[in-house]
């Protein structure tokens, strides 16, 4: 499975959201930018060493992605934390 059911399902509900995330491709990932903006995405980053682009858009054109051959996994872009704040830091 190429997305957690859970994702799949909250993007089909509103499928006109626009939705940030990370696709994990097969390959270098530049090679895909094109294809991705013509799908409807905005691309925003890639990363060749993770294989993965950084891009959002509309709901439905991150579930039509997931026909794509060369797409390996979809999931959700987060903000990821790498240290606990202290109570004394501004958030």
Known sequence: MKARSEWIAQWQTDAQ???PV?????????QYVETLIEKGL???HTFRLTQTVSA???AQ???????????????????????KRGKNERK
């Open 17 to 19: 959201a626009n939705v």
């Open 22 to 30: 990370i696709i994990h491709v097969d390959g270098d990932p530049k």
């Open 42 to 44: 905005a691309v925003t």
């Open 61 to 83: 054109c991150v579930l039509d992605l997931l026909e794509l051959s060369w797409i390996t996994k979809i999931e959700p872009d987060q903000p990821i934390r790498t240290m």
């Open 56 to 58: 959002n858009g509309p």
